[in-house]
């Protein structure tokens, strides 16, 4: 029997690839359409985990740099405007919108955690809040 630490005879590749997990996303086309493009420049990553309590919402934001979020715990509507509508549960992936408006909102009973990584550059921004944009 194989160990998983074992290399496969043929290549150097592991018999079991730590690389080869469960698929949380593949994508390069986010909900609204638009194809992910990374900014110029050097690059710079930010991960984070980002909790919103029941009721909470973003405020209405785009991203000037790639952005994933995958939802640990919880759910999340986000609104794109003419887009349409669309709720991220626990256990999904989601590529979020990058050049359009949108603001989501913790519509559960429960709060929601995220792991949201911010694919930049030196000098862009990650999030940009529009300026017009009502408060709660």
């Known amino acids: 029997m194989e160990k998983p630490t074992e290399n496969h005879p043929d290549h150097g590749k592991p018999v079991v690839d730590v690389h080869d997990g469960v698929k949380l996303l593949d ?6 359409g638009e194809q992910v493009s990374y900014p110029p420049g050097k690059a710079k990553i ?3 985990l980002a909790t919103m309590a029941p009721g909470q919402k973003t405020g209405w ?5 790639p ?19 669309t709720t991220y549960h626990a256990g999904e992936g989601v ?20 792991v949201v990584v911010f694919m930049g550059a030196e000098g862009a921004e990650n999030v940009i809040y529009k300026p017009d944009a009502p408060s709660d």
């Open 27 to 32: 994508s390069g086309v986010n909900f609204v």
């Open 46 to 48: 930010k991960s984070m």
């Open 61 to 65: 934001h785009k991203h000037g740099v």
């Open 67 to 85: 952005t994933y979020g995958y939802i640990l715990e919880g759910q999340i509507t986000v609104d794109y405007g003419d887009a349409g509508k």
């Open 95 to 114: 590529l979020e919108a990058m050049d359009y408006w949108h603001e989501g909102v913790n519509d559960g009973d429960v709060p929601a955690r995220v």
